[in-house]
């Protein structure tokens, strides 16, 4: 999987973000919840109204994991106002990581989230923090391994139905 390129995308790529947003999403979780709770959150969660708006926030940012120009993943960060919750400004939050399932285990997301720690790094952050579904023990394990340790929780509404987020962190060495 040598020829990953992580790049960091823009307004012009909506289209692309919108599809891998969708499906990985759709991916991700379809199993674990209701089909109308899913697809109510995929047309409102990545509309073009609601991309276009985090595309073109200063304080937030989006990259592409691509093979061969074809998006196989992606990454989201923000920083300042634009965290979910802390809205710290020595933290980085990584809001999404989410990779195609058949590109699982083949390190993509740990590409992306390497990513995240250099630009928590270049920024000079104290911490990185991210909220994870308490049932998504795939993606527990992976920040765990990573360092990351659980300090709070914090509840995500999909639909009517109300889900536990995990919140994570991991401390940077300035």
Request: charged share 30%.
């Amino acid at each position: 999987m040598a020829n990953i390129q992580i790049k960091e995308i823009s307004i012009n790529d909506i289209d692309q973000l919108q599809k891998i947003g969708r499906q990985t999403f759709q991916e991700t979780f379809s199993e674990s919840n209701s089909e109308e709770n899913m697809k109510n959150y995929l047309e409102e969660g990545f509309s073009n109204e609601k991309l276009t708006q985090e595309l073109t926030n200063k304080d937030s940012q989006f990259y592409f994991a691509t093979l061969e120009n074809e998006v196989i993943g992606y990454l989201k960060v923000n920083f300042g106002e634009s965290q979910t919750e802390l809205k710290d400004s020595k933290s980085l939050e990584i809001e999404r990581i989410y990779v195609s399932k058949e590109f699982h285990g083949k390190k993509v997301g740990q590409l992306l989230y390497e990513k995240a720690i250099q630009i928590a790094k270049d920024k000079n952050i104290d911490y990185v923090w991210l909220g994870v579904w308490e049932e998504n023990l795939r993606a527990i394990s992976f920040y765990t391994k990573n360092g990351f340790v659980e300090f709070d929780k914090h509840i995500f509404k999909l639909g009517n139905e109300e889900q536990t987020d995990i919140m994570m962190k991991l401390k940077l060495a300035n």
